[in-house]
């Protein structure tokens, strides 16, 4: 049974770093072909992607977050991170994770974490 | 980066009826590289198609992908009640990877 689980804080201040940890079972990330990805979406909007690890550790990210974005892998624990920089109102957002599979697209997906940007 | 556009906007219909949702790539997407997507309130998305044609499993028969190059489409043949719900394009072949705005599928 494939599972993801997005973990970390729902409130944080304006200019704050966000760590967001993406807890994984049912499959490797040492796997040829796999990655996790991340994908947020801010209240009544569409998703929006953000970046992509892969099992070969190669990385993806949004052009448009591209300097606040880093991605990395903790294969052992199954763990997938995901930081944030300079967090403004505008990213509040459920914030998923998924797993890529070789064909490339997301077919398991977490349940989501809601993040709120506030003073 | 490849922008989707999908339509229409709002689709409204029937149980029963047949939906047919639109997705236009700005450029070409590479070797079928598009999935879609059915999210409901509060859920996170569920994969129903990918490679543009490829039914995920336990999706039913009654949903069908097509389409290449920068022209896509799913359809629903009937709906369900279970349907109703906001559908989303996304394009994997090239980076960055996109998401269409999404269709949403109303009871008329």
């Known amino acids: 049974q494939i599972t993801l689980k997005e973990s970390g804080p729902t409130l944080v201040t304006p200019t704050q770093t966000l760590t967001l940890t993406c807890t994984f079972s049912?499959?490797?990330?040492?796997?040829?072909?796999?990655?996790v990805g991340w994908i947020r979406q801010p209240p009544g909007k569409a998703l929006e992607w953000l970046a992509l690890?892969?099992?070969?550790?190669?990385?993806r990210y949004s052009p448009s977050l591209r300097s606040r974005l880093s991605i990395a892998k903790d294969t052992p624990k199954n763990q997938v991170i995901l930081t944030m920089t300079d967090m403004d109102p505008v990213d509040t957002a459920t914030y998923f994770c998924?797993?890529?599979?070789?064909?490339?697209?997301?077919?398991?997906w977490g349940q989501g974490a809601l993040v709120t940007v506030s003073s | 980066e490849i922008v989707l556009t999908q339509s229409p906007g709002t689709l409204s219909l029937s149980p029963g009826e047949r939906a047919t949702l639109s997705c236009r790539a700005s450029?070409?997407?590479?070797?079928?590289?598009l999935a879609w997507f059915q999210q409901k309130p509060g859920q996170a998305p569920r994969l129903l198609i990918f490679?543009?044609?490829s039914r995920a499993t336990g999706i039913p028969d009654r949903f069908s992908g097509s389409g290449s190059e920068t022209d896509f489409t799913l359809t629903i043949s009937r709906l369900e009640p279970e349907d109703f719900a906001v559908y989303y394009c996304?394009?994997?072949?090239?980076?960055?990877?996109?998401f269409g705005q999404g269709t949403k599928v109303e009871i008329k």
């Open positions: 998924a797993r890529r599979q070789p064909d490339g697209s997301f077919d398991y």
């Open positions: 049912g499959f490797s990330l040492s796997t040829n072909g796999m990655g």
């Open positions: 690890i892969f099992w070969d550790d190669d990385k």
């Open positions: 450029q070409s997407v590479t070797s079928r590289s």
């Open positions: 490679g543009a044609s």
């Open positions: 996304q394009q994997y072949g090239s980076s960055p990877r996109t």
